[in-house]
């Protein structure tokens, strides 16, 4: 009889963990912030976790003026500094064995024939193949640039079975036209198939979660619908104040930020159809009809809000106005709270509003999916004796205490049928002892080996866009943003915005 059982090469046995192919990263802005606290300590902790080819190698490019040894030394102090993992000799060495440093500006002909260079260099002393992903963690501004002078040194270029692929951080443009522009920009260097399109919010577990509680149980879905759910809220409030990001964040502002993106794109895993399957493909067609039958209501003065947070007091803490903020002009009027109202139209969300938001300096860190329904039709108590319920919510913990929350209406212990809320919970530090790898981590991991269901699609993006351009060409027109206390849960608009229609924020 022949063994029939696969063979441990097999690329498709889904029982191995998938390893990133031998092969470069180039990283366009290493000296960042991001690069430092995220990108290149998830780069150590995959090859902690053993998912790395021992070949890979990881480039630098930057204006710095660094040795050799001065790339090591960045490297190996953001990694011992915010790596999740903890620090192993072994993984150090091998990592830092392929570690390159290019310097020079952006737009320097001579740093791309170096970094050119370098890279064949590498596919030589360390068999990388030809395999190079460059990832642009910069500022949007210089993505045309970039993308041309990769494409006259010809790094775009794959040769073989090899490959090149471009990796971009948000914003995808400021708007639907600009991103037009960025996207023809990227298509005229790099395939579609090759460019892969971050939105870091993808790639948290939590998030991907969505998917398992939907589409692996069977109680959910049923009531998935405008027939049983009231609303939903989706939040993503930080606590913290821009930082040292004034360059970055003035003028762009938290709607576009984390709106036109992360939340859209919560929005579209929490209201879209079942999917063929996780192909990218199949995945991204389901969420390209959700964004596609998104709809503003006609008043967005009503419908939407946006604020500015206030100097104050925070958590003990003395904490900053955002127009004094450094960096940031005393007239800025750029948002730093969101909040607006969609309409999904379709038969299953008919009637529903999904209510997002999103600010900095608000009451406390929590990313989540609330899914409200509505009240039951008919109660065999009276009104007394349903004491505080409310309505059954199914909350989404995305972040930090990761996991679910139902709430239900239950009987209060007494000789009186009197009925109140407690909440049923699964926590994922309880049901599960793995910590759950970084975001980064997942989508560093699956830009390499190819995998591309976590990436949004350019037409995603445009959709997104296309949401959200109404909504700030009004807010340019209106008055400028409405101040909120620091630690409070934003402006009194967004509280207007609710109650108008006889609802309320959570207080997650
Ligand atoms: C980024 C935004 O995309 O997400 C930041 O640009 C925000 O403004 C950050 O602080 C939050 O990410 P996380 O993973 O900490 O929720």
């Excluded at 830009?447 to 990436?455: H, R, V």
């Excluded at 995603?460 to 409405?482: C, F, G, K, N």
Aim: glycine residues 8%; hydrophobic residues 40%; proline residues 6%.
């Amino acid at each position: 009889m022949t063994d029939q059982r696969v063979t441990l090469h097999d690329p498709d046995d889904r029982r191995l963990p998938r390893i990133a192919p031998a092969c470069s990263l180039v990283l366009f802005g290493i000296t960042g912030d991001l690069a430092r606290k995220k990108l290149v300590p998830a780069i150590y902790d995959l090859a902690n976790r053993g998912l790395l080819n021992p070949a890979f190698s990881l480039v630098g490019f930057a204006r710095r003026d660094w040795s050799a040894q001065d790339f090591d030394d960045f490297v190996r102090s953001s990694v011992e500094k915010y790596a999740r993992t903890g620090f192993n000799e072994r993984t150090w060495k091998q990592l830092s064995a392929g570690l390159r440093f290019v310097s020079g500006t952006f737009d320097d002909p001579g740093a791309y024939k170096a970094l050119a260079a370098t890279v064949e260099e590498l596919d030589h002393s360390r068999g990388t193949g030809g395999n190079h992903a460059f990832y642009l963690s910069i500022p949007p501004s210089w993505f045309p640039v970039v993308c041309e002078r990769l494409a006259e040194t010809g790094l775009n270029r794959r040769q073989g079975g090899a490959w090149r692929r471009i990796i971009i951080e948000k914003p995808f443009g400021s708007d639907l036209e600009s991103a037009r522009e960025l996207s023809e920009v990227v298509g005229r260097v790099f395939d579609e198939e090759n460019v892969f399109r971050i939105d870091h919010y993808l790639g948290k577990e939590t998030v991907q979660n969505v998917l398992a509680m939907r589409f692996a149980n069977t109680m959910f879905e049923p009531l998935w619908n405008a027939n049983y759910v009231d609303h939903v809220q989706i939040t993503m409030s930080e606590s913290i104040g821009i930082g040292t990001r004034a360059g970055y964040y003035d003028g762009i502002g938290a709607a576009r930020d984390v709106i036109q993106n992360h939340l859209l794109q919560l929005l579209a895993l929490t209201a879209m159809e079942e999917p063929l399957d996780l192909s990218p493909a199949s995945l991204r067609a389901e969420k390209e009809k959700v964004l596609k039958a998104l709809r503003l209501p006609d008043d967005l003065d009503a419908t939407t809000a946006r604020g500015q947070y206030e100097g104050g007091w925070q958590g003990g803490e003395r904490v900053r106005a955002f127009h004094d903020e450094d960096g940031i002009p005393a007239d800025s009027h750029t948002e730093t709270f969101a909040a607006i109202t969609v309409h999904v139209d379709t038969r299953r969300w008919a009637g529903v509003p999904f209510h997002l938001r999103t600010g900095k300096r608000l009451g406390k860190r929590v990313t989540e999916i609330a899914v409200v329904f509505k009240r039951a039709a008919h109660v065999p108590f009276e009104n007394t004796e349903l004491g505080e319920t409310g309505q059954n919510v199914l909350v989404v913990r995305v972040q930090p205490d990761e996991g679910m929350t139902l709430k239900v209406g239950a009987k209060v212990p007494g000789t009186e049928m009197q009925v109140r809320d407690v909440t049923m919970d699964f926590s994922y530090g309880h049901a599960f002892t793995e910590d759950s790898p970084e975001a980064y981590e997942r989508l560093i991991l699956d830009a390499l080996t190819g995998s591309a269901p976590l990436f949004p699609h350019q037409r995603e993006v445009e959709l997104s866009w296309a949401i959200l351009d109404p909504v700030l060409r009004h807010w340019e027109r209106s008055s400028p943003p409405e101040p909120y206390r620091p630690g409070s849960w934003g402006p009194e608009s967004a509280h207007r915005m609710l109650a108008a229609e006889g609802r309320t924020w959570r207080i997650p």
